[in-house]
């Protein structure tokens, strides 16, 4: 057991200390905190099969998310299903609606409580669940990976969402719609070339037939194994109460304040002012490539002793695209929608996607490189559950406050009487009796504003300094159990 300079976080080794007022302002001081050593750039070649295997498992992990094959998870819950929902007119769902409706990704976060017992045992009943998958997937990259190539864990997921999300969104949405497929018809349909049912069987036969290559794939390099379930979860409160991991998490939770207010309802807003769904897709489409080439360059930016920088710089860019975003729907044209502005609005999405993916990147490198690799499911776990649930929590509230803010009136032309009443819930309503829902006050922007203010200073005044601090913290103190010589 070594001792700790007195000015740094004491270690979970060391003998327990009275807690102090001011342990924030400690665990925020650079002071005395050596830099970690740059590592020499990895030969990729040596791990190419695993790297290949990884990305395959993502695909089929989006897969499960997209197409509804496991439940309702996070990818369904809070992105293509509400986006299509919000496109049909006849439903009338309002913001409020869909603020309810993203608390069904809530629990897909909560897989936490049960990842200790996939780093414990083996369960075949577990491993047919895609978000125990998730979690075998995040520790399991910690040990087939060589150490020198652990960044690239990150880049493997990003390629293997991004691809899937491709297919499930772009590739679904086209061969899905009749009106695309009626193109190569001699003779129009009501229906597309391709429906849910089969395109999920599909995903379905060949999620299965990667997890058989699973079966006969080594192991990884992994030397101790958690004792059992109990211990497991006692490992887990050990990691969470980490110093430096208290702060971690609360930068995690934070982090995206600034600009998932914008992010989180500007499509909806979008689609409201006539922004075709289709074009939505072709973004995806032109955004796909760019998706990989960051993913890859942003892995190697990460190098050395500043893993987080490409964080920090994504953060201030959407952080700008968000503001930017608030601009372009102010100044959104009346129907029909000029092509030039279309493209602007698409270069705009591929913008915040790029950052996005970036800050992904860049944070998912940091957790590999942290995480314990004797308990890495659990690790890699919690490190990604406070992640998602720093982009999930606001959403709530975002969309709630929108449907809050608005102020909007419907107009009844009546010879006898101007009757008016708020038609933000009654959109139908008003416009079966002839009236007109007139909106004096968005509450978009307000809503807006605040959250990118919010999360401006809150990234200016601690997540900058926190991440630079953590930054420099050396890897024997991201560990619950000592590493051995």
């Given amino acids: 057991m070594s001792t700790k300079p007195p000015s740094r976080p004491q270690s979970p080794y060391s003998s327990p200390s009275k807690p102090t007022d001011s342990v924030l302002s400690t665990l925020l001081s650079p002071k005395n905190i050596p830099y970690v050593k740059k590592e020499n750039p990895s030969c990729v070649k040596k791990d190419l099969p695993s790297i290949i295997l990884l990305i395959m498992l993502c695909i089929i992990q989006s897969k499960f998310e997209i197409d509804l094959m496991q439940g309702i998870p996070a990818g369904l819950a809070l992105g293509t299903l509400p986006y ?16 309810l409706f993203s608390i069904a990704g809530y629990p897909y976060s909560f897989k936490i409580l049960w990842s200790p017992i996939v780093d414990a045992i083996f369960s075949k009943i577990l491993v047919f669940l895609a978000a125990t998958q998730d979690i075998a997937v995040d520790g399991w990259a910690l040990t087939i990976l ?22 499930s969104f772009t590739l679904f949405l086209a061969f899905n719609s009749s009106e695309f497929a009626n193109l190569f018809r ?3 349909l009501d229906y597309g070339f391709i429906d849910l049912g089969g395109f999920s069987y599909f995903w379905g036969a060949f999620g299965f037939f990667v997890t058989l290559i699973v079966l006969f794939y080594k192991e990884g390099n992994n030397s101790e194994d958690v004792e059992g379930i109990t211990q497991s979860y006692k490992t887990m409160l050990k990691i969470v109460k980490l110093p430096n991991m208290c702060l971690f998490l609360l930068v995690l939770l934070l982090c995206k304040i600034g600009f998932i207010g914008v992010e989180s309802s500007i499509g909806y807003k979008m689609l409201d002012k006539g922004f075709k769904k289709e074009y939505t897709a072709i973004t995806v489409l032109i955004d796909f490539p760019f998706q990989l080439v960051s993913g890859y360059y942003a892995a190697k930016w990460t190098q050395g ?20 975003s608030i601009f372009l729907f102010y100044n959104f044209p009346e129907q029909p929608i000029p092509l030039w502005f279309t493209g602007l609005v698409m270069m705009s999405m591929v913008a915040v996607s790029f950052t996005s993916n970036v800050m992904f990147v860049s944070m ?6 942290i995480s314990d690799p004797v308990i890495g499911g659990t690790y890699m776990t919690i490190l990604n559950t406070f992640s998602n649930l720093g982009g999930t929590w606001p959403k709530f509230f975002v969309l709630e406050s929108i449907d809050y803010l608005t102020k909007a009136e419907c107009s009844v032309r009546d010879p006898i009487s101007n009757s008016t009443f708020s038609c933000i819930k009654n959109v139908e309503q008003c416009s079966n009796i002839g009236g007109v829902c007139n909106v004096s006050v968005d509450g978009f922007f307000p809503t807006a504003f605040v959250t990118l203010a919010i999360g401006g200073v809150l990234f200016v005044t601690f997540i900058k300094r926190a991440i630079k601090k953590l930054e420099r913290v050396p890897h024997k103190e991201w560990r619950v159990f000592p590493i051995k010589d």
């Avoid at 002793?305 to 930017?324: D, E, Q, T, V």
């Avoid at 998912?364 to 490189?369: E, H, P, T, V, W």
């Fill in 146 to 167: 060589s150490r020198e190539n652990l960044r690239y864990a990150s880049t493997c997921q990003t390629i293997g969402l991004s691809s899937g999300y491709f297919i």
């Fill in 84 to 99: 299509l929902l919000k496109s049909r007119l006849d439903l009338n769902l309002t913001y409020s609606d869909l603020a």
């Fill in 305 to 324: 002793n500043r893993p987080l920088k490409p964080f920090l710089w994504g953060g201030l860019l959407r952080l700008s695209l968000a503001l930017w």
């Fill in 364 to 369: 998912g490198a940091f957790f590999a490189q």
């Fill in 186 to 188: 001699a003779e129009s």
